[in-house]
């Protein structure tokens, strides 16, 4: 059976993004001809109409520059919904009132320690930079809040925090304060696991009547959902964040439009490693739907594919 011959890359023709992707599919090869495909998939599901778009990532990546193709995505409004993780607010936070630094795998863990430097992957953060000014930012702004009234969801807190940033020197590099600048719903259904939560945890400790009301934050998912014609989801890794964003699509019949980003592998069972064709057996994913699984790092998949995708809109706002 006959079907597309497989075209040679030629780089003299992929001098943009848009092009390199478009070769890529051309070329048939494996990895290459998904990423040109999960590009379609975004470009048809920010085209549909009437359309929810939910953004789903984990935090390690915040802590790296594709922290800024996130923001731009947000900036620009791709996405409806965000759902996160409670580390996606210490990284996003701490990057705005201090930066990190160039790592190695390869670095003495055990001497890194001693001097006070946390190593995330290749990012060296050193304590200063992260639970210290945290520390020291956060607990003043949950003064502010308390003030306002006791009970808080998710989304509402970051949207303060955002909301916070409007005149810091670096807050426009925020996705917190883009998600509120933009009024774009932000959930972390682990709200308590990361630094964040842990000072949440440590203002209660003097505020008992202070409290999170993550029901509230299920209910307007709930309402977001069930309000929706169609739905489609950019999922970047896994864990919490991918789980929350199919369990709920399950509740209308599942995602029209998928698109996943990751590193895991499916042997072990793990939902991050999970296929998209797993999600469809859980109805999690129309049957019908438009979806594809990329496998490969996402600080190298994403910038890559949101580059092209800009490119491709040819929108005036997003040159």
């Not at 956060?138 to 808080?152: G, M, T, Y």
């Not at 964040?196 to 409290?211: A, I, N, P, V």
């Not at 369990?247 to 069972?269: F, H, P, R, S, V």
Request: hydrophobic share 35%.
């Amino acid at each position: 059976m006959k079907g597309k011959p497989v075209e040679d890359i030629s780089i003299t023709e992929c001098l943009s993004s848009n092009n390199l992707i478009k070769k890529l599919y051309k070329s048939g090869g494996f990895t290459a001809k998904k990423v040109a495909v999960g590009v379609d998939i975004l470009e048809k599901m920010i085209k549909e109409k009437n359309c929810i778009r939910f953004l789903s990532f984990p935090a390690c990546i915040c802590s790296t520059g594709v922290r800024g193709i996130i923001k731009d995505m947000l900036k620009h409004n791709l996405f409806d919904v965000i759902i996160t993780t409670s580390g996606t607010l210490d990284h996003d936070l701490a990057r705005v009132w201090r930066d990190y630094y160039h790592g190695s795998f390869l670095a003495d863990d055990i001497e890194l320690h001693r001097m006070g430097i946390n190593r995330l992957g290749n990012i060296f953060i050193p304590n200063e930079c992260y639970g210290e000014i945290l520390e020291k930012k956060i607990q003043p702004i949950l003064d502010k809040l308390f003030e306002k009234k006791e009970k808080w969801s998710t989304k509402e807190l970051a949207w303060e925090f955002g909301k916070q940033l409007e005149k810091e020197k670096n807050g426009r590099e925020s996705i917190l304060y883009w998600s509120w600048k933009n009024k774009i719903p932000i959930y972390i259904p682990g709200i308590t696991d990361g630094a964040f939560g842990s000072h949440l945890w440590m203002y209660y400790q003097e505020h008992r009547d202070f409290t999170i009301d993550l029901l509230k934050d299920e209910q307007e998912l709930s309402d977001i959902i069930f309000n929706s014609k169609k739905s489609g989801a950019l999922i970047i890794g896994g864990g919490i964040s991918k789980h929350h964003t199919i369990w709920w699509n399950q509740y209308k019949g599942g995602l029209n439009y998928a698109l996943y980003i990751t590193t895991a592998l499916e042997y072990d069972g793990s939902l991050s490693g999970a296929q998209t064709r797993e999600a469809i057996s859980w109805g999690k994913l129309k049957e019908k739907s438009d979806n594809v699984t990329v496998e490969g790092d996402a600080t190298v998949l994403l910038p890559l594919m949101i580059s092209a995708l800009f490119e491709r809109l040819k929108y005036k706002k997003f040159i």
